[in-house]
């Protein structure tokens, strides 16, 4: 007797196929995101400090107000300019390959270690898992948004980043020694918890965040690998 309905497996097999094509334009927009902030935000706000310093060399402050005005605002626009650099690096992604979820996440850290200085490191049991292209893209997902949040806001300075099994599951973990947070506080605007909660109830997974001030986080993700259609 067939476990499916005729034209069930079918209807999976697409199903499958336009998540694998939303993903890809999701990556897309991430990077066109990433080259119109810095071909026209960044080089704007760069123009714009030029010309206000040398008009600067030139001028006459009329009050020692006048001047540190004049020079807040100088010093915000270099903020401005090297906070948009910061959101070009966390847009920047690792993509999976034909060597599968391990090596992409090896080269995660990697790239956060050169990057962005993070003290991160992977480890995996060395286990290959069957697992689909869309769910491997999303627990990278996952764990490129977690250290982002680390490198921003934990001020750690031990990572680890780990793909093991454990009773049949799938475990993604990453934790940190850093100052920790209260979830049910977080700041309003801080996208990145509701993304990876997001991500993890698409997979159908567990979280667990285990964090607290001054203790430190570690998330972790637990999903059953699903059958590969």
Known sequence: MPTNPPGELDQLQAECRRLAEALALVERDRQFLGYEIHDGVVQDLTAA????????????????EGQDNYAGGVRLLHESIAEARRLIRGLATVELDDRGLASALERLATKFRADHGLPVTFASDGKEWNLPASVQHLLLRVAQESLYNVWKHARASRVELRLAGSDGRLELSIADNGVGFDPARAPAGHFGLAGIRARVAV???DLLLDTAPAHGTRIVVRLKPPPTV
């Open 49 to 64: 400090v030029m010309l206000l310093e040398g008009a600067g060399h030139q001028a006459t402050f009329t009050s020692p």
């Open 203 to 205: 997979l159908g997974a």
